[in-house]
């Protein structure tokens, strides 16, 4: 038998604040709970009548609450009486059930979250970007497997801290678990946009964040990067890190699925997958030599004229970079043992790189940004001749110290 109760939700209160009052549903030993839009403080709660007390409107309080509470008896009376209580398999599904008896218009809602937010994540303009919405997707159904009927509504903080707790048993990065909240937030964002929904779990829900380890390396280690030998299969994709990295750190996407009428007049030019904004950047002598190692034919690069995605290549390109280093070889032809000298290295890091090491030249914040690709909001903001100019002049610093041990200073 379901059973009702006025109960004061105290779990994510501060001292001194007031708390939600709500209904709490129990069934089969399961509870859920209701708002009722009222918050009384600590003090002002009887637990034992379950009523306000020493509250200056308390009876004005406590007759919203008792109807309130009559109106989910009333509903549960009727679906005893019907029969339909026997079907009922679980006190979600109860919940949903009497809410859309009380406001027949909720019914519209059921599963409305899921259906949204698959179709928020087919909206995404990259497949990379698609595919970390669907793993966001495929946790959370990991979590609540009823989430196909779940409603807007019924993701609210309480469920959002539920599943933290449920990922930090299977997740250590702090990290990532952020972004599943961030997709989840920016289904939510999009929703309120069009007018959707109103309400939003996030005002008070922090996504906690840790900071990121380091993801450069050295100008020592770059040189040694560089210079070193290889193994003949690996060369190519140091050679893509290094060009990445002569290109003011480009992103893998921008570069791999660039078309060979990107190189014009000496430069990259290019429209950024993430930001989808002009760039161009101007192609220095040691990153033309790359490209002309590996141009392709339907690509500006080769590796990509057999290949669908480009994701394919940079998996392959990191598990690569992490085995550079001396090998050992037991008996001829016998097994390898490696001695990585960047275990930890992905093709990330020479976009971090190029940055901490514009850094230590002195050049610019604004610049380095501009050389990264953030900002840009106008043509004016980065696009005219002068920015692009210093961004030049700052790649150029930047790979004739790395290259040539000179340009260090600030020039004047």
């Not at 909720?106 to 698959?118: D, Y």
């Not at 109103?198 to 100008?219: D, E, G, H, N």
């Amino acid at each position: 038998m379901a059973t009702t109760k006025l109960y004061l939700d105290r779990r994510a209160t501060l001292p001194g604040t007031p708390a939600p009052v709500k209904i709490s549903l129990c069934i089969y030993g399961k509870s859920a709970l209701v708002s009722t839009g009222i918050k009384v403080l600590a003090e002002q709660w009887d637990e034992k009548y379950c009523k306000v007390m020493r509250h200056p409107q308390r009876q004005y309080l406590n007759t919203i609450l008792s109807r309130k509470k009559s109106e989910w008896d009333m509903a549960l009376l009727r679906l005893n009486e019907s029969g339909e209580m026997r079907s009922v398999k679980s006190v979600t599904e109860l919940k949903r059930k009497v809410m859309c008896m009380l406001d027949p218009s909720c019914a519209t809602s059921v599963g409305e979250f899921k259906k949204r937010f698959l179709a928020f994540a087919e909206s995404r303009y990259t497949q990379g970007n698609r595919d970390v919405y669907m793993r966001t997707l495929r946790k959370m159904e990991a979590f609540d497997p009823e989430l196909g009927s779940k409603s807007f509504q019924d993701i609210d903080r309480q469920w959002l801290r539920d599943f933290e707790r449920f990922m930090e048993r299977t997740s250590r990065s702090a990290n990532g678990r952020a972004v599943h909240f961030r997709n989840i937030r920016a289904v939510f964002n999009d929703a309120i946009d069009d007018e959707v929904i109103s309400c939003y779990p996030f005002r008070k829900f922090k996504i906690k964040t840790q900071p990121t380890a380091k993801r450069s390396l050295s100008v020592e280690q770059l040189r040694t990067l560089i210079t070193m030998s290889v193994e003949e299969y690996q060369e190519k994709y140091r050679d893509i890190f290094v060009l990445m990295f002569y290109l003011c750190g480009v992103n893998a996407v921008d570069l791999l699925n660039a078309k060979p009428d990107a190189l014009r007049d000496g430069r990259f030019e290019y429209t950024r997958a993430k930001t989808h904004k002009l760039y161009s950047i101007k192609v220095e002598p040691e990153a033309m030599a790359i490209i002309e190692r590996y141009r392709g034919k339907d690509y500006l690069l080769e590796m990509m004229d057999t290949r669908r995605c480009y994701l394919d290549f940079l998996r392959r390109m990191n598990r690569v970079l992490k085995q550079l280093g001396t090998v050992e070889r037991h008996g001829l032809g016998g097994k390898k043992t490696r001695h990585p000298l960047f275990p930890n290295i992905s093709q990330y890091w020479c976009r971090h790189t190029w940055a901490t090491v514009a850094a230590s030249l002195d050049i610019p914040k604004e610049t380095i940004a501009a050389g990264l690709g953030h900002g840009g909001n106008t043509v004016t903001d980065i696009y005219i001749d002068f920015d692009r100019r210093k961004v030049d002049e700052a790649n150029r610093r930047v790979i004739d110290w790395v290259l040539k041990g000179i340009g260090n200073k600030k020039r004047r």
